[in-house]
């Protein structure tokens, strides 16, 4: 059982998680906050104990064990500038891992584009979504899946998975871990509006696949090169013989 109350005294927010709504189970919170109209308030936090249909990237399935990690989502529906959406999906995945340097001195990885990574196994994934009208982007869901306390992983995995629990050996505060991430992840947001740059660098900083032969997988093509740098929209260059590219979207491995 999630103590909200253990939760509450340490987050330090003006807006996100003001709004904190605890379910036992729901299919997914990302395809329910991206859906429903019942929650408004930007900022809102949507945990969930236990998906029924859990999403990931590239219409993956996201699997968690009930009650033992955190699987919830963010909604952002003010003030969103479109041409930093990719900025922010970056930064949740650097405020995923300060949060856990912070708490648990872990040495944290991230993998393009926010694949959380501890001794190269998959600690927690997000998956960002957004509804428009228009033109105009009128919500925004971050959803973030991190295996807190999952004892064991079996089934079938595109990165081998890790928890917390089974890097730092003991168990951890799922309400505390929240609460930090949550905060980081605003102050964050602050910046990526007035020094998008300087997340860029963070973020590039727990990176170590930039500089390295790579493989992409984007769609149905597998496109080899160097992983030359993210550029100042957060889109992967690419490096091959003879051209540069951007990579939108894939799964990024070493050659
Ligand atoms: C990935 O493929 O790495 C992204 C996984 C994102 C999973 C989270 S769990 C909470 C939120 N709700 C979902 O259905 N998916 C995201």
Not at 62 to 83: A, C, D, M, V, Y
Not at 139 to 162: A, C, D, E, H
Not at 208 to 232: A, H, N, P, R, Y
């Amino acid at each position: 059982m999630f103590n909200i109350e253990e939760f509450d005294i340490k987050l330090d927010t003006d807006y996100l998680g003001r709004n904190f709504v605890y379910v036992e189970e729901v299919d997914s919170t990302n395809k329910f906050l991206l859906q429903t109209k019942e929650y408004q308030e930007n900022g809102t936090v949507l945990l969930a104990e236990n998906q029924t249909d859990g999403r990931g990237r590239l219409n993956r399935t996201w699997l968690s064990n009930k009650e033992q990690n955190l699987t919830f989502s963010i909604l952002l529906n003010e003030g969103i500038n479109p041409s930093l959406i990719n900025i922010i999906n970056l930064a949740s995945s650097l405020a995923v891992a300060q949060s856990i340097e912070n708490l648990y001195q872990l040495h944290v990885e991230l993998k393009w584009p926010n694949d959380v990574l501890i001794n190269k196994k998959k600690t927690a994934g997000i998956l960002l979504e957004s509804s428009s009208k228009g033109n105009k982007i009128e919500r925004v869901v971050i959803g973030i899946g991190l295996n807190v306390n999952q004892p064991n992983f079996t089934g079938k995995y595109n990165i081998p998975p890790t928890s917390i629990r089974l890097e730092f050996k003991k168990v951890v505060s799922r309400e505390r871990l929240l609460s930090e991430l949550l905060n980081n992840l605003e102050e964050l947001f602050t910046a990526v509006e007035h020094a998008p740059d300087k997340v860029l660098n963070d973020w590039k900083n727990r990176c170590k696949l930039i500089g390295e032969k790579i493989k992409i997988i984007s769609g149905e093509e597998t496109k080899f090169g160097i992983f030359e740098d993210i550029d100042e929209n957060g889109f992967l260059i690419l490096k091959t013989q003879s051209t540069k590219e951007k990579i939108h979207f894939g799964d990024v491995s070493l050659r």
